[in-house]
């Protein structure tokens, strides 16, 4: 079964520490993988995806296909972070149709 | 201004009633898709469309209707034969064949 998880639902860390958002996956094809994210009042907008191996605003993620993982890096938090991230996959050629997970809510403390 | 639009925000309906979630977006976007979101559970698809005229269902689609007459907009009901109506409704729209989704502000529906 295709299925995107994010086995946080909170993570809490203090200003300049380092962050790791976990995006595990299952799929038996070739991946897309998306970070989505929505800071508070906002709407949801895309991060970063897989295919243009950026960085976004500090973040950075590695499509780790043997471990079936798209983790979500960034060495120093702000608390401009502060956000709801949702890790999703796209199935094979099939445009918009994503699977999101289940979101993991990033609060960075000063 | 660009993007999605959605109305209402907040919406009441009682049992048994139909109601319609309007989307309606000026990307000039082929594509464009309903989301269901529920605490814990991230989004889920209702229904998408490709195309004028053309739309498929989603994971989530029963108790759910949708029409996309013109390329702008894509109404979404739902119906009474929603076992569980109350949630977050997010509409999306995309360029064909690319996974980066533009989203609404959402229409959050409370059934009493």
């Known amino acids: 079964a295709q299925r995107v998880t994010q086995p946080e639902k909170l993570l809490s860390v203090f200003k300049g520490a380092p962050v790791e958002l976990k995006c595990n996956y299952s799929y038996s094809g070739s991946p897309e993988l998306f970070w989505y994210v929505q800071y508070s009042r906002q709407r949801l907008q895309l991060l970063l995806r897989h295919i243009s191996r950026e960085s976004i605003k500090g973040f950075t993620a590695d499509l780790n296909k043997g471990e079936t993982s798209f983790h979500l890096k960034k060495p120093f938090a702000q608390e401009e972070d502060s956000a709801m991230y949702y890790c999703a996959l796209r199935r094979g050629n099939q445009g918009g149709k994503l699977i999101f997970g289940q979101g993991t809510e990033l609060s960075v403390k000063p | 201004d660009g993007g999605i639009t959605q109305s209402p925000k907040y919406l009441f309906r009682k049992e048994g009633q139909n109601v319609t979630l309007s989307c309606e977006q000026n990307l000039n976007h082929d594509a464009m898709y309903w989301y269901r979101q529920d605490p814990g559970q991230g989004l889920r698809l209702i229904y998408y469309?490709?195309?004028?005229?053309?739309?498929q269902k989603g994971d989530i689609a029963e108790g759910y209707s949708v029409s996309r007459e013109k390329k702008e907009s894509f109404p979404l009901t739902v119906t009474s034969a929603q076992k569980n109506p109350t949630a977050f409704y997010l509409c999306?729209?995309?360029?064909?064949?690319?996974?980066?989704?533009?989203f609404g502000e959402g229409s959050r529906l409370t059934v009493l």
């Open positions: 999306a729209s995309s360029i064909s064949g690319t996974g980066e989704l533009f």
């Open positions: 469309s490709q195309i004028v005229n053309d739309f």
